[in-house]
């Protein structure tokens, strides 16, 4: 398809366990956003990449969390050791090039997920 | 990265026009006003953006006054399928878009 793909959509897991989530931007887009979404709130920014390279990681919140974007397109976000407060609603978005809050966010319709 | 405010729900009825304000008393010169519509289980889809005075596209009109501290999204006759959260941000070319919790929109039948 032509917008943001994210798999799972749906990923339930115990704490302690080791979580992958998948984004697949739209071609082309250099910029990719990965924002988290707890029930009742708007999403909340974690890592920004242009390119290849994370250029602003500062919401990811503690070092359980990693994302990498190895070839500049497809995004990994890592959760290490999963608590039972990680379980939200992961978001990926990506847009052309950073325009920051100018211009449009294409948002994917996320991964959720649950840790028991 | 002005800090935005907005009602945290509103209810309308098929039909209406219904306008949501947004505050931003500290926006910056380079801050643009976007705003975003998210449905349950979906990400935010881009509904609209200004810098000043008034936008309109298919979906909506954003109203901006002169001094720029706040805004007004407007839809125009909304149906069932306009329920959901619309979440307002000001920012500029720097910042990474920063959302808050947004206004919970339900129109009723």
């Known amino acids: 398809g032509a917008g943001v793909s994210q798999t799972p959509s749906n990923k339930v897991t115990e704490k302690g366990k080791y979580v992958e989530l998948r984004c697949d931007p739209i071609?082309?887009?250099?910029?990719l956003y990965w924002y988290r979404q707890s029930l009742g709130q708007g999403p909340e920014f974690l890592i920004y990449?242009?390119?290849?390279?994370?250029?602003?990681d500062s919401g990811l919140p503690n070092d359980r969390f990693f994302a990498v974007r190895p070839e500049g397109s497809v995004s990994t976000l890592k959760i290490q050791r999963t608590e039972r407060g990680d379980s939200a609603v992961y978001l990926c978005?990506?847009?052309?090039?950073?325009?920051?809050?100018?211009?449009?966010?294409?948002f994917g319709e996320g991964s959720r997920l649950t840790v028991l | 990265l002005a800090k935005t405010t907005q009602p945290i729900s509103m209810d309308s009825y098929e039909g209406q026009e219904v306008n949501i304000t947004c505050s931003h008393n500290?926006?910056?010169?380079?801050?643009?006003i976007t705003w975003y519509q998210q449905f349950p289980s979906q990400g935010p889809r881009f509904i609209i953006q200004?810098?000043?005075t008034k936008v309109t596209n298919e979906v909506a009109s954003l109203f901006i006054p002169a001094d720029r501290k706040s805004s007004t999204l407007s839809l125009p006759r909304v149906s069932l399928s306009d329920t959901a959260v619309y979440y307002c941000?000001?920012?500029?070319?720097?910042?990474?878009?920063?959302f808050g919790r947004g206004t919970s929109l339900i129109v009723h039948p």
């Open positions: 990449f242009q390119g290849t390279g994370a250029a602003d």
């Open positions: 941000l000001a920012s500029g070319g720097s910042y990474i878009p920063t």
């Open positions: 071609s082309g887009h250099t910029a």
């Open positions: 978005a990506s847009s052309p090039t950073f325009t920051g809050g100018v211009g449009e966010l294409f």
């Open positions: 500290n926006i910056a010169t380079n801050d643009y």
């Open positions: 200004g810098y000043k």
